[in-house]
């Protein structure tokens, strides 16, 4: 499975942004997009995670801000981010969790897009 982001960008403090996620492959399904982000210094650190079923969770640090959502269809998952705040300026990447049958047996793995640049400016 291959994972790509997009939308990143320079935005107005207060502004919004979408970001995309599209994964592509081999993978039967699809169980799981997880958005993070590496601010400069810090660690990288979950943002927004939306499972098969469609739940969705948020870091208390964006929750009310950010809507994480999926087009099954499209294999894409998106973050919309509005009342952005310096502190969003971060590398954000995202993760897909899967499963691929190898053999008749089913095998688990994780794949990273190679992250999207968003800075928020004054």
């Known amino acids: 499975v291959q994972v790509a982001e997009s939308g990143g960008g320079l935005v107005q403090l207060g502004g919004s942004l979408r970001l995309s996620c599209a994964a592509s492959g081999s993978a039967s399904s699809i169980n799981a997009i997880e958005w993070y982000r590496r601010a400069p210094g810090k660690e990288r650190d979950l943002v927004a995670k939306i499972i098969r079923s469609g739940s969705t969770t948020y870091a208390d640090s964006v929750k009310g801000r950010f809507t994480v959502s999926r087009d099954i269809a499209k294999n894409t998952a998106y973050l919309q981010m509005s009342s952005l705040n310096l502190d969003d300026t971060a590398v954000y990447y995202c993760?897909?969790?899967?499963?691929?049958?190898?053999?008749?047996?089913?095998?688990?793995?994780?794949?990273w897009g190679q992250g999207t640049l968003v800075t928020v400016s004054t």
């Open positions: 993760a897909a969790d899967y499963t691929e049958w190898i053999d008749g047996a089913p095998v688990v793995g994780r794949s």
